[in-house]
């Protein structure tokens, strides 16, 4: 069977890959890795990944939900890249989760046969292709979620005349007011557990949710309503069970936590675990973390008083070329909106060099205070001595919205100034 990095290895590149040397053009990913090209073999803005970083962001997540009693199925819409999905699935992952029914095919694609669709699946054709799919594959399972019986009864009647080998499994989604989608209250949710279990086509598998929606920060109130939340996620769960609604045979799944309180979600869901259910955390972010969002909010990086004691190591960062110095406080890079990720902060400079590969030195006192669709504004010291042409590395916020947009990123191996890059990753959003 032919692997991802097989797929993917086989591919090649072109002018139409964003930052990739021209030297690339025309070759496979295979052929352009094997001249060993380094960090200066490209040109800017670049956005590079750490392979080591990476390693250690892995190892770091499975080894904190063994310990804490949970299974890991992490969100792959976060970077959309096989090779990385296929990475967390070697290191105790047992299931990527996608967002969209586009996403899910790519999956599908590359051979990923355990889904978790956090989303509700209401399209007649896409619920049509699962219905096929599952039939064609017997070891694909797709599970999906359904917050009102408009969405079983949706799901119902697209697949009325789909045959298919087994029913799709659907979970109970629990909202909350004020959040994302999810039935408002448990007792909604119940009348959404009973229409599920009632359906010949689907299979009441679990309950789910999502507490990212009702809190943005680490503070002792907004760590409260999450864990009220889950509460009440936990009390569906044991209604559920105790009106017999479940299948009598197969797996349970409970499951929530996005990269922000995973910790939360573990402590007040993990207690549900026993020969039959399963609790599942849907953290994406961890892989690559942030020099932003994600280092300031994840269960990583507090203690018991929630500050920050790290833990995870940012594996993104983009490399930028001043192209502008017009005001001595200023100077204008080649990096933007197109390239950066600026919904959940903005890029934070690190260091300077004369060139991509070139001895870096740190930035003191640099800010990025805008982005436009190309171009971001750094204000520096008016007697900075940075120049026309040298390069800045950037730390960035928030991965989810630094991936989508590189179709193909240099993974970097390595510390010295000038890594060697050991892939390039493919993204497909």
């Known amino acids: 069977m032919t692997t991802t990095t097989e797929i993917l290895r086989a591919e090649r590149?072109?002018?139409?890959?964003?930052?990739?040397?021209?030297?690339?053009?025309?070759?496979?990913?295979?052929?352009?890795?094997?001249?060993?090209?380094?960090?200066?073999?490209?040109?800017?803005?670049?956005?590079?990944?750490?392979?080591?970083?990476?390693?250690?962001n892995l190892a770091a997540m499975a080894s904190w939900c063994t310990a804490h009693g949970v299974e890991l199925a992490p969100h792959g819409k976060t970077t959309m890249s096989p090779t990385l999905w296929e990475r967390q699935l070697h290191s105790g992952a047992t299931a990527i989760t996608l967002a969209t029914f586009s996403q899910v095919r790519v999956a599908v694609r590359f051979g990923i046969d355990k889904i978790h669709l956090a989303n509700a699946l209401v399209d007649p054709a896409a619920l049509r292709w699962l219905g096929q799919k599952i039939t064609e594959h017997p070891d694909l399972e797709v599970l999906t979620w359904a917050d009102?019986?408009?969405?079983?009864?949706?799901?119902?009647?697209?697949?009325?005349?789909?045959?298919?080998?087994?029913?799709?499994?659907?979970?109970?989604?629990?909202?909350?007011?004020?959040?994302?989608?999810?039935?408002?209250?448990?007792?909604?949710?119940?009348?959404?557990?009973?229409?599920?279990?009632?359906?010949?086509?689907?299979?009441?598998?679990?309950?789910?949710?999502?507490?990212?929606?009702?809190?943005?920060?680490?503070?002792?109130?907004?760590?409260?309503?999450?864990?009220?939340?889950?509460?009440q996620l936990a009390e569906l769960h044991h209604r559920i069970r105790s009106e017999d609604l479940y299948p009598t045979d197969g797996d349970v799944v409970v499951t929530a936590g996005g990269s922000a309180y995973f910790d939360v979600v573990a402590d007040v869901l993990a207690p549900l675990s026993d020969q039959r259910t399963r609790v599942v955390i849907r953290a994406g972010a961890y892989l690559i973390h942030d020099d932003g969002f994600y280092t300031g909010i994840t269960p990583f990086g507090r203690d018991e008083s929630g500050q920050q004691t790290g833990g995870l190591r940012s594996a993104m960062h983009t490399w930028a070329r001043v192209v502008s110095r017009p005001e001595p406080g200023l100077a204008l890079l080649d990096a933007g909106k197109r390239d950066v990720p600026y919904d959940e902060g903005l890029p934070t400079p690190q260091r300077a060099a004369a060139q991509l590969g070139s001895p870096a030195r740190p930035l003191a006192d640099a800010q990025i205070t805008a982005v436009n669709d190309q171009h971001a504004f750094m204000t520096i010291p008016p007697d900075s001595d940075l120049r026309v042409g040298d390069v800045v590395r950037l730390g960035l916020s928030h991965p989810c919205t630094a991936f989508d947009k590189w179709r193909a990123i240099p993974l970097?191996?390595?510390?010295?100034?000038?890594?060697?890059?050991?892939?390039?990753?493919?993204?497909?959003?």
């Open 13 to 56: 590149l072109s002018e139409l890959d964003k930052a990739l040397p021209a030297g690339a053009d025309g070759l496979t990913t295979a052929e352009f890795l094997a001249t060993k090209p380094r960090l200066s073999s490209f040109s800017t803005p670049v956005m590079t990944l750490d392979n080591s970083a990476i390693d250690h």
């Open 148 to 231: 009102s019986t408009d969405t079983v009864d949706a799901m119902v009647a697209a697949l009325a005349h789909t045959p298919m080998a087994r029913p799709i499994p659907v979970l109970v989604e629990l909202g909350a007011p004020g959040g994302r989608t999810g039935a408002r209250s448990i007792s909604e949710a119940m009348t959404v557990a009973a229409r599920i279990a009632a359906s010949e086509k689907l299979r009441l598998t679990g309950v789910s949710g999502y507490e990212g929606a009702l809190a943005h920060d680490a503070t002792g109130q907004s760590l409260s309503r999450v864990r009220t939340y889950l509460e």
């Open 412 to 429: 970097v191996d390595g510390d010295g100034d000038d890594p060697l890059v050991v892939d390039v990753i493919r993204t497909y959003f």
